[in-house]
């Protein structure tokens, strides 16, 4: 079994990247919906699509692009999380503040141990919406290079 940690660690850096992003994004009230679902949706393409472009990935199968989605999703959820939650927070327990307001009256009364089961939870999630996507995106860039061809 060969690793490519070089891989791993790009695809790492982009999901933890567009996951920080989108996690200030979605502290924007009408903004954060969509930033939401694109977070649990289509970070896996965006990723998948910008290390095709510059070379670094080439999706042979597609269990690497479900593997390659999977990665992206679980570790953009969790960089979401870590710029999300602790702001949500801050902003429901001392300003009264909440860019939704379902989820920030459920972290503002949460413990920190179910915050954690809560994140891993839609990391998971996330991860498996993501890998379903990525699995798509290899069968779109398969039909685009074939009519190119």
Same mark, same amino acid.
């Given at each position: ?9 790009? %695809?790492? *850096? =982009? ?6 992003? &989108? ?7 009408? @903004? +954060? /919906? #969509? ?12 990723? %998948?699509? *910008? =290390? ?6 080439? &999706? ?7 593997? @390659? +989605? /999977? #990665? ?14 602790? *702001? ?62």
């Amino acid at each position: 079994m060969n690793i490519d940690y070089i891989l791993l660690r790009q %695809i790492a *850096i =982009l999901s933890i990247f567009f996951g920080f992003l &989108l996690g200030v994004v979605t502290l924007i009230p009408y @903004a +954060g /919906a #969509i930033s939401f679902v694109f977070l649990l949706c289509f970070v896996a393409p965006l990723v %998948i699509w *910008i =290390l095709i472009k510059y070379g670094c990935l080439s &999706l042979s199968s597609i269990k690497d692009s479900v593997i @390659a +989605g /999977a #990665i992206s999703g679980f570790i953009s959820y969790l960089g979401f999380s870590i710029i999300y939650v602790p *702001i949500s927070v801050v902003l429901m327990k001392y300003f009264h503040i909440a860019a939704n307001y379902g989820v920030g009256l459920m972290l503002g009364n949460a413990s920190f141990f179910i915050l954690v089961v809560i994140s891993l939870f839609m990391g998971v999630l996330s991860a498996t919406v993501n890998a379903f996507t990525g699995f798509l995106t290899f069968y779109v860039l398969d039909f685009l290079n074939s009519l190119n061809k």
